[in-house]
């Protein structure tokens, strides 16, 4: 991080705080998880399914894991080889769909390449799909006049970001950088949503940049809102900020770093030392977006228990 | 219509003769009824349902059983009354979604307020949505990687104008005024596919304009293809275009005309006479986007029957 700007013409961006506001969420979580138990006499479940022992995989899901004994939402897990098969797999996801004391169902990605990626997630039930990967869940976010059951954790906490952060997003310019389905599509959904009644309403003008649009710097020089999800270290430079935007950066990529143990350090898609000379407000790596996505992971969970203990008081 | 333009240096746009490129899909779409017919002894079938008796509707119900027909293609057809039950459309729906002679269900929207338009549209097996609106297609439009069974229509109409005028559109801005989920949001997703293996390679970069964009002009100007759909009469002036840009026209506003005997003739979003000044392609209202959308249904059918056919012939 540079030494913040001597120009007084050019006050530093507010720094959001993503471990802070993610947090505070936690924090309303675990007082509705305790809720839920008193009034239904139950506590939502959370299973987690990983593949393999890949290594940022695994500590993933290790912190998944603690988060939800952390606010009193009950954890399962299973584990599998590697070289499990795509149908004993299947029978895992199909166990979890029928158990009812699982209200959520995570299958860590990425798979291993012998499996079908599609057909994995397209067996969660619709009901139980926190991750909010289905495709029928992905239609209903892009629809106007539709409420997705369950909207993608990393998406959702970009929204919430900007929301704690006092943001407005109504009728601004909103640049999402990247176009994955786990980050950059549906976070534009969210950015242009206009009736989503549960989450937000956006109403902002989005476009979408990615790695075949020629002029990505000066389209972003337009973005009052910027999300950057491309995966490339410090692609977005200063001059790539409209002064007094918002920046969100998704991106966690590690560069080499010789003063570190580990050899390298995590960097996000945007010059932070750079780009916090000219934004509003900007998300730091880490400390940004990354602890908000597990915290909406256990925030779908609360959700989905939720339906289904009133489903079940009401006797449907 | 304006006359041509006299200055030398401001060509008038070639006009995307809709009729004529729907015209010549229609002869491919009967080639292939035929060859469907000489290989496996049938033919596709297209099933409308007619709720109501509203002119635009029963209108569009004739043009599109008329269409299978000229074709080849077998129709089916159910009037109901306006006052019709939800469970009674919902049985209609079922039916057809057992009929193994059906490949294609349509029911034509709007539907009277007392009926779930959500829950009908649902209701149609996926493998018969040949309107592309059940939200499963459209997830599966907006995820990379995937492809949808079908794709809306309209939306599909506008991309293969643009293919079948030579419009280049990877690399290029794209501009979607309007956010419909029956023209907007999907064609602005189909502008941006990458990996759509049967449909398009896109890759432009887009953006969604619409009510709340506070500066629409200016965004629109920027783009290299701007497809119009937000159904507000001659909206789009000539100095919204930019010099060379190709422009689609899916509106169609009545708008009054003494002159005519029904007091009224059909304009669409764009300021046509001003705009073939400036653009490079343009489409006219009518004649443009309006005899795509038939022919995309018909090319829809088409697609679902020969899926059918090979399943069956491949025993599965």
Redesign the interface.
Same mark, same amino acid.
């Given at each position: 991080m540079s030494a913040a700007s001597t120009q007084i013409d050019s006050p530093t961006a507010q720094i959001i705080n993503g471990k802070a506001i993610a947090d505070s969420i936690r924090k309303e979580i675990a007082d509705e998880v305790k809720a839920l138990q008193e009034k239904y006499g139950k506590v939502p479940g959370l299973a987690v399914v990983l593949v393999g022992t890949k290594g940022d995989s695994a500590t993933y899901v290790r912190m998944k894991r603690k988060a939800c004994a952390d606010l009193g939402i009950q954890s399962f897990s299973t584990d599998l080889p590697g070289d499990v098969s795509e149908e004993d797999l299947l029978k895992v996801v199909a166990d979890y769909n029928a158990n009812e004391e699982v209200h959520g169902i995570l299958v860590q990605l990425p798979l291993p390449k012998h499996i079908d990626e599609?057909r994995i997630l397209d067996a969660i039930s619709l009901e139980k799909d926190v991750d909010g990967f289905?495709?029928?869940?992905?239609?209903?976010l892009?629809?106007?006049?539709?409420t997705p059951l369950f909207t993608s954790c990393t998406p959702k906490g970009c929204l919430e970001l900007l929301k704690r952060s006092g943001v407005a997003i !109504?009728?601004k310019r909103a640049v999402v950088l990247g176009? !994955?389905?786990i980050v950059g599509?549906p976070v534009a959904?969210l950015l242009?949503a206009?009736a989503l009644p549960f989450i937000i309403i956006s109403?902002a /003008?989005? /476009?979408?940049?990615?790695s075949? /649009?020629?002029d990505a710097r000066a389209?972003c020089a337009e973005a009052d809102i910027l999300v950057a999800a491309i995966g490339q270290a410090e692609m977005v430079r200063g001059d790539w900020i409209k002064p007094g935007a918002a920046v969100i950066d998704v991106g966690t990529n590690p560069i080499p770093d010789a003063s570190k143990k580990s050899g390298y350090r995590l960097v996000g898609d945007v010059a932070f030392s750079e780009a916090k000379e000219r934004a509003g407000f900007i998300t730091p790596v880490p400390g940004g977006v990354g602890p908000m996505t597990i915290t909406m992971l256990l925030s779908n969970t609360v959700d989905g228990a939720r339906r289904t203990f009133e489903k079940a008081a009401a006797g449907q």
């Open positions: 599609q289905h495709p029928a869940n992905i239609g209903a892009a629809m106007r006049g539709r !109504s009728g176009r !994955s389905n599509m959904h242009q206009c109403d /003008t989005v /476009t979408v940049v990615h075949r /649009t020629p389209i």
